[in-house]
């Protein structure tokens, strides 16, 4: 059975930092891209980020690009996410979801999600 | 990126048909043929519907389908049912090598 299992989300405050954390199970994650997709509360799915089978190639989005970091370490099963320099507008469910085939879509397994909320 | 376009609501009776249509540009959903769709319940996580336009996943029921022309796709589901009442995304790959989803649609199921 595949799982995904987020960590690492809380209460930061703006301009800080956190790191989540993705721990994968139940098929050969060094061979799947993974990716970050994060939902404000009320709001609708935003992609946020997505790194390759191999770790080599990274992807953002304009809205986190130079203040967060994906990386992988297949070694462990486990998709990070360097979150810095946190804004209010960052809060959200951030969800890991496995990519069925190809570099950034379609997500056919998601977490249960981790929630960050950036606040004072 | 701007957000692809999807209407806000859409209902129907059971046993009826509805479709939800995903606007987006000649650099998303006009161009590949990656194009997704995605079930969420509230409190839950996404759930993969359609993808490659038109592909179903095993277990997803074939009341689902899902079509596109042009700059825009459409998902369509036949027979509604009460439990198919919950948000809808689409999401397309872009040329910039990122995904876009759409803003979502609620599906009610009078």
């Known amino acids: 059975e595949v799982q995904l299992v987020e960590s690492g989300g809380g209460l930061v405050q703006p301009g800080g930092s956190l790191r989540l954390s993705c721990e994968a199970s139940g098929f050969t994650f060094s061979s799947h891209a993974v990716s970050w997709v994060r939902q404000a509360p009320g709001k609708g799915l935003d992609w946020v980020s997505a790194?390759?089978?191999?770790?080599?190639?990274?992807y953002y989005a304009d809205s986190v690009k130079g203040r967060f970091i994906i990386s992988r370490d297949n070694s462990k099963n486990t998709l990070f996410l360097q979150m810095n320099s946190l804004r209010a507008e960052d809060t959200a469910v951030y969800y890991c979801?496995?990519?069925?085939?190809?570099?950034?879509?379609?997500?056919?397994?998601w977490g249960q999600g981790t929630l960050v909320t950036v606040s004072s | 990126q701007s957000a692809l376009t999807q209407p806000a609501s859409v209902s129907g009776s059971p046993g009826q048909s509805i479709t939800i249509s995903c606007t987006g540009t000649s650099s998303d959903v006009g161009r590949y043929d990656y194009v997704s769709w995605y079930q969420q319940h509230p409190g839950k996580a996404p759930k993969l519907m359609i993808h490659?336009?038109?592909n179903r996943p095993s277990g997803v029921s074939n009341r689902f389908s899902g079509s596109k022309s042009g700059n825009t796709a459409s998902l369509t589901i036949s027979g509604l049912q009460a439990e198919d009442e919950a948000d809808y995304y689409c999401?397309?790959?872009?040329?910039?090598?990122?995904?876009?989803f759409g803003g979502g649609t609620k599906l009610t199921v009078l």
């Open positions: 979801a496995k990519v069925r085939e190809g570099i950034i879509d379609p997500y056919d397994y």
């Open positions: 490659n336009v038109s």
């Open positions: 999401g397309s790959f872009t040329s910039s090598y990122t995904l876009v």
């Open positions: 790194i390759s089978d191999s770790g080599v190639n990274t």
